[in-house]
């Protein structure tokens, strides 16, 4: 009997071997293809500039191409994201609760988003169907939708990940498993009128975001819910996925991305600080303006995801603390220092605000130019003030270390040339100049300092950025399915009738505007708050008459600011997890820089001339 045992346990372990062992080769296969997918994505402009110039022709339909590759980017990497259970979600409830109630509400959660993701799945195979009867064609002869087969093949993905993740022992998955056909059977065959459960649906998936369902289900749930009670065809969602994911210029997102995270992951934060150190160091409060500076320079890059506080809080808070400020102001410095940044070239969200309220791209960053200085200095002003109460004793400058340090960087400080003679040299479009960016990015850290090992930490690295862009891109995808919603039931011609209605002088609307945007940055990441709140705003500030440039400047710095607004402002998790301080802690230190950027957000909302000025002078 023993004998028939121990052959029976070790048949279980050779097939959980092989199984393990299975689910590993995929997994690194998921891998390759995401990172294969970014190399082609960065290649193919740049082969487009090199055959301008040399043969006076591109390649055919290669903007299309790079498009489509990004949607490919987005859903792999959407499903990259669910794998490793990180995407983005508004509340943690679920781990403020005591043993039982934590798995319960796991299993809650999970399969709500999982049913969400599953019925995403099956509008875009309704999608992928009548594409398939159009016939159109990507390039050649390969057919449009063989590249839209990516949708629901990544819903697909994402919904078994939720599944899996909604639960370690498999009595619960079963339990997730029952919850998941309950709310399918429940969408498909309802047993009463559907006007009847918009209300408990609603309060369903409110109850599920706040137990910790990802922020993409939330979204798609509420679009969902929306068409489904108005028997609109649910492929609605999925087509504005589509349209959204291939638009013109969103592959710069990945495309800055993966620069950003070469940089990242690199050796670039330390010789940046080093740099900034030997600059500005030596004054009294030199180290709150190196932070600011230097979080600044890294942010723009990294676009404002939350890897500056990462990737400089261990280099940066033994800095301050040598220095004698005092912990408090240190944690809440560089809380505030990690959204620094946001509004200067190649900012994600500027790029991504333009694309959705359709205003030039440049203008946008030559308008936030300015506003973005007046924040940067604001916060080095109260560091300053703060090394100055502590008695933060000042150095020497030491011209030759500074030259040391800014001969170490020149590779890297040069980066913000290669991006702007990108933007406004002429001879490279947006995508163009973010895939060169990202192009130098990667030889300057694997070619020149040779910090990251090209067979060892390339592929990471571009894992990394994949599942980032893919987090954020299914969030902005079903988002844009349920601002469609808001747009064919004409909320926006209706809020600014109200508006207009109640409101005479711009100067209150722009007060009024301020306090909303401070609850939605507080309550919404900035990329789903881009795509379901600037509809809404655009039309009332055109009816104002306030410059579409001078708006989009206000709305970024209040979303700045929405990074540090308790109690979800994304700041404050990351600085509790990355300094081991809890949230309460980390909300009190904040407070005083809060305040100070608040002054500049105002500053920023009441002088025009500081968003407006650059690019009338510059004749954009």
């Not at 065959?189 to 137990?211: C, D, K, M, N």
């Not at 934060?269 to 600044?296: D, K, M």
């Not at 690295?461 to 980032?468: A, N, P, R, S, Y």
Request: charge should be positive; hydrophobic fraction near 55%; include cysteine.
């Amino acid at each position: 009997m023993s004998h028939w045992i121990l052959r029976g346990t070790g048949q279980r372990a050779w097939r959980e071997r092989r199984i393990a062992g299975a689910r590993r080769f995929f997994h690194e296969g998921e891998n390759v293809v995401v990172s294969l997918v970014l190399g082609a994505m960065a290649a193919l402009p740049i082969a487009e500039i090199a055959l301008r110039g040399t043969i006076g022709t591109g390649i055919p339909a290669s903007n299309s191409i790079v498009q489509h590759l990004t949607l490919v980017v987005g859903m792999l990497g959407g499903a990259l994201a669910a794998r490793e259970a990180r995407l983005l979600s508004l509340s943690t409830g679920a781990a403020l609760l005591p043993g039982r109630l934590r798995s319960a509400a796991r299993i809650l959660s999970g399969s709500a988003a999982a049913a969400i993701s599953v019925l995403l799945c099956l509008a875009s195979v309704q999608f992928v169907l009548a594409e398939r009867e159009g016939g159109n064609m990507l390039f050649g002869r390969v057919p449009l939708w063989v590249v839209q087969l990516i949708l629901p093949i990544g819903f697909g993905l994402v919904a078994i990940r939720l599944l899996r993740h909604s639960s370690y022992k498999l009595p619960g998955r079963f339990a997730a498993l029952l919850l998941v056909g309950a709310v399918i059977w429940i969408v498909l065959r309802p047993p009463v009128p559907r006007g009847s459960l918009v209300v408990p649906a609603f309060i369903s998936l409110l109850a599920a975001t706040a137990l910790g369902a990802p922020v993409f289900t939330a979204l798609g749930g509420a679009a969902l819910i929306l068409f489904w009670a108005a028997d609109v065809p649910i492929a609605s969602i999925p087509v504005e996925t589509y349209r959204l994911v291939v638009s013109p210029m969103l592959p710069t997102i990945p495309l800055f991305t993966l620069a950003g995270y070469f940089f990242a992951e690199g050796g670039a934060s330390r010789r940046l600080v080093r740099v900034f150190h030997a600059l500005a160091g030596w004054v009294r409060g030199g180290p709150a303006i190196v932070t600011a500076l230097v979080c600044a320079f890294f942010t723009s890059f990294t676009g404002a995801s939350g890897v500056t506080i990462l990737a400089l809080g261990g280099l940066l808070m033994p800095v301050l603390l040598a220095e004698r400020y005092s912990e408090r102001n240190s944690l809440g410095l560089l809380t505030a220092a990690g959204s620094l940044g946001l509004l200067f070239p190649p900012s994600l969200p500027v790029i991504l605000y333009g694309i959705v309220s359709h205003t030039p791209i440049d203008r946008m960053f030559l308008g936030g130019f300015l506003p973005g200085i007046l924040m940067v200095g604001l916060t080095a002003w109260w560091g300053r003030r703060q090394g100055a109460k502590s008695r933060v004793p000042s150095t020497r400058f030491d011209p030759r270390e500074a030259r040391r340090a800014l001969w170490e960087a020149k590779w890297e400080l040069l980066l913000p040339v290669v991006v702007l003679v990108g933007l406004f040299g002429g001879f490279a479009t947006l995508v163009e100049a973010a895939a060169l960016t990202a192009l130098y990015a990667f030889i300057v850290e694997t070619c020149v300092y040779r910090d990251l090992k090209i067979k060892k930490d390339v592929l990471r690295v571009m894992t990394e950025c994949g599942i980032l862009v893919g987090g954020v891109l299914l969030i902005l995808g079903v988002a844009l399915g349920f601002t469609n919603y808001l747009v064919d039931a004409e909320v926006p011609a209706r809020a600014v009738s109200w508006v207009k209605g109640a409101i005479d002088s711009p100067l209150v609307f722009l007060l009024l505007l301020n306090v909303f945007l401070l609850i939605v940055g507080c309550l919404m990441d900035i990329f789903s708050a881009i795509v379901v709140v600037v509809p809404l705003i655009a039309p009332i500030g055109e009816a104002f008459g306030i410059n579409p440039i001078h708006l989009g400047i206000i709305f970024l710095a209040n979303m700045e600011l929405g990074y540090l607004t308790p109690p979800v402002g994304m700041n404050l998790f990351l600085a509790s997890y990355r300094f081991g301080k809890p949230l309460p802690e980390v909300y009190r230190s904040v407070i005083p820089m809060l305040l100070v950027l608040l002054a500049g957000v105002f500053i920023i909302t009441y002088v025009p001339a500081l968003t407006t000025a650059l690019p009338r002078w510059l004749g954009r």
